[in-house]
């Protein structure tokens, strides 16, 4: 917090109730701000640019938007480096705007979750530009070290660890004014804060607790199982071929995490006041998660698992390592996580986000033929698991990968900095720009397409990332009309979701777990079954005879094709059915 953030109090109508466990039956939306609608031409999205497409999302049925960050920022990171937590960047309006989005959110019945960014800030935040100076009180606010002894500070090597940072290169930065080098696992511009400090994690409560009080009904934590660092900062060993130490596994799920979690739990109120909370959490396990989201321990409701999302990577590679993704693999991990949350915890349920490419394009098939039948049979996959679905905005519309003709075409500060250290060490720049198409986190960030228009209606200016090209077919006011859209696949599974308690609530049973193009499973509570066929490729497939329950007699609640029912299931053809 800074002496010149604003302080003005919330009003009446942005509280709305929260009962007990209200995120178990929910559907979240995620928005990415400069990405979703533009109101004023300049490009970029902003908070009136989704206060005008409310009604779209009450349309959709969600019950939560979580909010990618809009604070103030130098947006090196796309506004997860933070200079002041409790303002709005200018380039998306202004508290007031954000206050008016949460009315009009809950006035139709939809909560806000904000994007919690406390691993690390801006370095152009005020509490580290005075940290900057050794004598301030706040040097160990941040992670300040002093070279490695013998090497020249300042050169390669005199780093105080091996570190690799997330976005290429060492994690430390030289300080020349103090000599030091100071801690960033991400951008140089994001130093990490050092949660050591009783005064760093009060401070960080008592923001959390202002936008509380502003009406905000949650948070998603971002990369929240870095915030515990090693007793010891000691180097890590390097991989062959690499400069640095993988750093994820050297700082993730640190041994005060949990007591970390706790605390914030108990000093903002997040369980006493009905929040919901969602820490991403890259490495962590299951037996980790279940700990965490175990209300007896009153830490989190639900984390991101990473697992799933890494399956497609060679064994002991980076994220640009690619290798075909395998369905019994795929089926499998999630099953597990079913299973090993059951009971205790809670899961959450994503194929994609800021940070992922889109998930028809990398799961499904993005070919015209199979498009939309495919974007579907994912959802009702993902969407008829327990727990709490996450819906990245286009995704309800099919949205695809987009086209890159060379490095230039990247904006992201991820895949222009792998690129360069790629080009530096001799790969070859074919092979890393095929997988900066497939992978680069732009593919998830251009903007949501509307209609046909010009721009595909996103904005009247010059949008900031370029438009996919194929918004001509693929758009929202296409997808509204049509009544056998993705968009109306979605809605009916979110509804679902709210009427039958099954979904919520039922026991989880992965079927045909070897299948290598049917994924099925079923949910049971009581006397109900609820039975799931999904065949998850772009090839015809039989079912099994006696693989699956008997579904004669059942009610079909939802489906991708009109044909009859049967053992024989066309190129992504899903099928939900309730026995009992």
């Known amino acids: 917090m800074t002496s010149s953030s604003p302080t003005t109090q919330p009003t009446a109508q942005n509280v709305i109730e929260r009962p007990a466990d209200w995120w178990k039956k929910a559907v979240v939306y995620q928005v990415y701000p400069r990405s979703f609608a533009d109101s004023n031409g300049d490009g970029m999205g902003d908070i009136p640019g989704i206060t005008g497409r409310v009604d779209y999302l009450a349309e959709l049925g969600v019950d939560v938007v979580w909010l990618s960050p809009v604070y ?5 990171d796309n506004g997860y480096d933070i200079s002041d937590y409790q303002d709005v960047d200018p380039t998306f309006g202004t508290l007031a ?3 008016e989005l949460i009315a009009a959110l809950h006035e139709r019945g939809i909560k806000l979750v904000m994007d919690l960014v406390v691993n690390h800030t801006s370095d152009e935040h005020p509490w580290f530009v005075e940290s900057r100076d050794p004598a301030s009180a706040k040097r160990d606010w941040y992670w300040w070290r002093k070279p490695r002894p013998g090497v020249e500070p300042g050169t390669p090597g005199a780093e105080p660890t091996n570190w690799a940072s997330a976005f290429s290169g060492p994690t430390w930065t030289h300080d020349e004014a103090s000599g030091e080098y100071y801690l960033h696992l991400f951008s140089p511009k994001q130093p990490d804060l050092n949660w050591e400090n009783p005064e760093v994690r009060q401070a960080v409560y008592a923001m959390m607790r202002w936008w509380v009080d502003r009406g905000v009904d949650g948070f998603r934590m971002d990369v929240i199982n870095l915030i515990s660092k090693p007793a010891e900062l000691a180097d890590g060993e390097v991989a ?5 130490a993988d750093t994820l596994w050297i700082t993730a799920n640190g041994h005060r995490l949990e007591e970390f979690l706790a605390e914030m739990n108990r000093e903002v109120g997040l ?4 929040l919901l909370t969602v820490g991403e959490m890259p490495g962590s396990t299951i037996e ?4 965490i989201t175990d209300p007896a321990n009153g830490e989190l409701n639900m984390v991101f698992t990473f697992e799933h999302v890494n399956l497609d990577v060679q064994e002991g590679g980076g994220k640009w390592d690619l290798a075909p993704l395998e369905l019994p693999r795929l089926k499998q991990n999630l099953a597990e996580w079913q299973e090993g949350l059951a009971g205790v915890g809670w899961n959450s349920l994503y194929w994609d986000n800021h940070d992922q490419p889109r998930a028809v394009s990398r799961f499904g098939d993005d070919s015209p033929e199979h498009r939309v039948n495919s974007a579907k049979t994912l959802a009702v996959v993902q969407h008829m698991h327990q727990g709490t679905p996450y819906v990245y905005q286009g995704e309800e519309l099919g ?7 060379d490095i230039s075409s990247f904006l ?5 900095n792998y690129y360069t250290e790629a080009m530096s060490v001799g790969l070859q720049a074919e092979s890393v720009l095929s997988a900066l198409a497939l992978r680069s986190r732009d593919n998830a960030r251009t903007p949501v397409q509307w209609d046909d228009s010009s721009h595909a209606g996103f904005t009247q200016g010059i949008p900031w990332l370029p438009v996919n090209p194929n918004y001509v077919y693929v758009n929202a006011a296409a997808a509204v009309a049509d009544p056998d859209s993705t968009f109306h696949h979605f809605r009916r599974l979110i509804a679902l979701r709210h009427e039958l308690p099954v979904i919520v609530e039922g026991r989880f049973a992965l079927l045909l777990p070897e299948h290598e193009q049917i994924w099925a499973f079923t949910r049971t509570l009581g006397d109900q079954v609820l039975v799931v066929v999904a065949n998850c490729s772009s090839r015809p497939a039989t079912v099994p005879p006696g693989s699956v329950p008997d579904i004669a007699g059942a009610t079909e609640l939802l489906s991708t094709h009109a044909t009859p029912v049967s053992a024989q299931l066309a190129p992504w053809e899903s099928r939900i059915h309730l026995i009992g």
Do not use: C, K
């Not at 980790?288 to 700990?291: F, G, H, K, T, Y």
């Open 97 to 99: 705007d954000l206050d």
């Open 240 to 244: 062959p071929g690499q400069r640095y």
């Open 399 to 405: 949205m695809t990968n987009t086209q890159f003709l």
């Open 412 to 416: 992201d500060i991820e895949s222009v």
């Open 271 to 274: 369980d006493e006041r009905h």
């Open 288 to 291: 980790l998660a279940r700990s």
């Open 72 to 76: 103030a920022s130098p947006q090196d």
